[in-house]
């Protein structure tokens, strides 16, 4: 487990680059923590640093959203993501398997906002990031960790 802080939401962004260079086609990462905490700042990091094409925005009234694969920073081929917001399925797993969420692990690195405890079945192995942010600040904090097999 290891724990960094994130001054600003830039600091958020730069450690989604940094965690997308362990990341590839398969890997599924799984955030946690209260609203404003930073969930989505890290997937736009976690995009840039895939090489993912275009915007990367909230995916809550949609649930999921896929993002085609561009160019890595470093020149190499990108890697598709895919974007899921599982607040408002409220645990609903019939919600969650509708999704086919298990079909894009085979291609595509998949995040999934507020998905502690609703996605960790559907891979062997998911990055699990808590993250935490001080009141009245932009202050953040993130614990993160693998779990499952290597």
Do not use: C, N
């Amino acid at each position: 487990m290891a724990e960094r802080i994130l001054p600003t939401v830039e600091d958020t962004e730069a450690f989604g680059r940094e965690l997308a260079d362990d990341l590839r086609a398969g890997d599924l990462v799984v955030l946690d923590g209260p609203l404003g905490a930073g969930k989505t700042a890290l997937t736009r990091g976690i995009a840039a640093g895939l090489g993912v094409a275009g915007r990367v925005s909230s995916p809550t009234f949609i649930i999921a959203r896929a993002h085609r694969a561009g160019t890595r920073p470093d020149g190499t081929p990108g890697i598709p993501l895919v974007h899921v917001d599982a607040y408002r399925l409220g645990g609903d797993l019939d919600e969650l398997d509708a999704l086919d969420l298990d079909t894009d692990l085979h291609h595509a690195v998949v995040v999934v906002e507020w998905g502690k405890g609703v996605v960790e079945h559907l891979s062997d192995r998911h990055l699990r990031v808590q993250l935490a942010r001080e009141p009245e600040s932009d202050v953040r904090t993130a614990i993160w960790e693998w779990h499952g097999r290597a």
